[in-house]
């Protein structure tokens, strides 16, 4: 949460809004729409004596803290736009709602509308907002405060720093996988041969008007780091926007920038980022504040922790294993779990905050029914290959996450067990995966990523 500003919604934030609005634009608003969403963002029409202003109020996280403050967000954002890049004007802070008001921007994310050709024009658009960044002076940002490394030769991993420390400041419980992730990173951490830059991390974030205007967004990860970093991020994101061949894209950035990208470099960023959605949200699926989206927080961790697993094995190159599907079980309890799926999937409502919540519901619903089906047989697998490991069987899940977890950080050093520890987590993700939602939904779908190998 930034400092210490409370949650407000509802419409105690759009009185201030509308209040602030009116005092540091001049505007009178005219509609105030709440995005449904995991976090609080408002979308605000309002008329001023220059004409209609479209904005977005963009506020804190519920359920994890950011890695960098919002402040720092809004900073970062106003410093490009004065830079020249194309992201949304930034138009101020309201204190009161811990929140910053910037301009809303037209267009779509994906490419559903376009041909091939002019999703490669798009992406080449975003490719040239990349390379201008990656080409502003630091000094402002440096002088803003904008995080930065202790050297130009730590700016490759300052980021994977942050996210580590939040990690660590927010776990309560044991999690051997993060720890065999963060250990084998710290023996393979990428170079960045002094490079350093304005980064926005989180890549591939863009809005486009039919493959025109395409405007940067959500650059909440923003720093001074090292820009194969960009290069990396959006990868992850292609599973589903599909930005094309990323072999073509480094070839452009090159083009553009009239330097090499270091591809090395690059596929070490990308098994970090992959790491990051575990690390910023697995405290919040063993204790979910409320408001928390935590079906959603679950597919991400669970999707985003077979990417990690693949992608070691990729750098590494072996191959992974497989895991059986467990067959579902006749309980018990089923018709009580699938009637409170029935029940949730036929609420009807137009409010667009109960829709959200109604649906965050169902699929919570629909992954305690998966749970019931096959949660046991997941468990005693997961057991039973901690236990071929170890060369003793723990009784209980929570015996296993100390065991395990006792026996990585003792590995961390030297990593003498790094393929047998791989191959089991990659087996305990696809059992984890497993349980997102019925067999063949979208939520238990894993949707494999471009190989670095096409982009060598």
């Known amino acids: 949460m930034d400092e210490t500003t409370?949650?407000?919604?509802?419409?105690?934030?759009?009185?201030?809004?509308?209040?602030?609005?009116?005092?540091?634009?001049?505007?009178?608003v005219t509609s105030i729409v709440t995005q449904p969403r995991w976090r609080p963002h408002?979308?605000?029409?309002?008329?001023?004596?220059?004409?209609?202003?479209?904005?977005?109020?963009r506020g804190d996280r519920v359920d994890t803290e950011l890695v960098l403050p919002l402040r720092h967000e809004m900073t970062f954002q106003d410093l490009l736009h004065q830079g020249g890049v194309p992201v949304p004007k930034i138009y101020g802070w309201i204190d009161e709602l811990g929140a910053f008001v910037g301009e809303a921007v037209p267009g779509r994310p994906d490419f559903a509308n376009l041909t091939d050709e002019q999703r490669d024009a798009t992406v080449d658009a975003y490719l040239e907002a990349l390379a201008k960044i990656h080409t502003l002076p630091i000094e402002p940002f440096v002088e803003a405060g904008i995080m930065r490394a202790s050297s130009p030769e730590r700016a490759?991993?300052?980021?994977?720093?942050?996210?580590e420390e939040l990690y660590r400041s927010q776990k309560v419980l044991p999690n051997p996988f993060m720890e065999f992730c963060l250990s084998w990173f710290h023996r393979h951490e990428p170079e960045g041969h002094g490079r350093e830059a304005p980064v926005v991390w989180d890549s591939g974030q863009i809005h486009h008007v039919d493959g025109t205007?395409?405007?940067?967004?959500?650059?909440?990860?923003?720093?001074?780091?090292?820009?194969?970093?960009?290069?990396?991020g959006w990868r992850m994101r292609d599973s589903v926007l599909k930005f094309g061949d990323f072999n073509r894209i480094y070839a452009k950035y090159?083009?553009?920038?009239?330097?090499p990208v270091d591809r090395e470099a690059?596929?070490?960023?990308?098994?970090?980022?992959?790491?990051?959605?575990?690390?910023?949200?697995?405290?919040?699926?063993r204790n979910p504040p409320p408001g928390s989206d935590f079906t959603t927080n679950l597919q991400w961790c669970n999707e985003t922790n077979l990417y990690a697993t693949e992608a070691i094995a990729e750098y590494l190159g072996v191959e992974l294993p497989t895991a059986e599907l467990p067959e579902a079980r006749d309980s018990r309890f089923a018709p009580a779990y699938n009637h409170l799926v029935g029940l949730l999937?036929?609420?009807?409502?137009?409010?667009?905050?109960?829709k959200y919540?109604?649906?965050?519901?169902?699929?919570?619903?629909?992954?305690?029914?998966?749970?019931?089906?096959?949660?046991?047989?997941?468990?005693?697998?997961?057991?039973?290959?901690i236990g071929e490991l170890l060369g003793e069987r723990p009784s209980t899940f929570k015996e296993g996450e100390i065991a395990l977890e006792a026996f990585v950080v003792a590995d961390a050093a030297d990593g003498r067990y790094d393929l047998e520890l791989l191959n089991l987590f990659h087996r305990q993700n696809l059992r984890a995966q497993m349980l997102n939602g019925p067999a063949g939904s979208a939520m238990a779908r894993h949707i494999p990523l471009q190989p670095f190998q096409a982009a060598r």
């Open 42 to 57: 408002w979308f605000v029409e309002a008329d001023t004596s220059e004409g209609p202003l479209h904005l977005l109020v």
């Open 254 to 259: 090159e083009e553009l920038t009239g330097q």
């Open 6 to 28: 409370p949650q407000i919604v509802g419409a105690e934030a759009e009185r201030i809004i509308t209040d602030w609005v009116a005092k540091n634009l001049g505007g009178t």
């Open 213 to 232: 205007d395409v405007v940067v967004l959500d650059v909440e990860l923003g720093h001074l780091g090292d820009p194969m970093m960009d290069l990396a």
């Open 345 to 354: 999937r036929s609420m009807e409502t137009d409010d667009v905050m109960l």
């Open 357 to 385: 919540q109604s649906r965050m519901a169902f699929r919570l619903a629909r992954h305690l029914v998966r749970v019931d089906e096959i949660g046991d047989a997941v468990v005693e697998a997961d057991l039973d290959d």
């Open 266 to 285: 690059i596929q070490l960023h990308h098994i970090a980022f992959t790491f990051s959605n575990a690390l910023s949200f697995t405290h919040a699926l």
């Open 156 to 163: 490759a991993l300052v980021g994977m720093d942050r996210f």
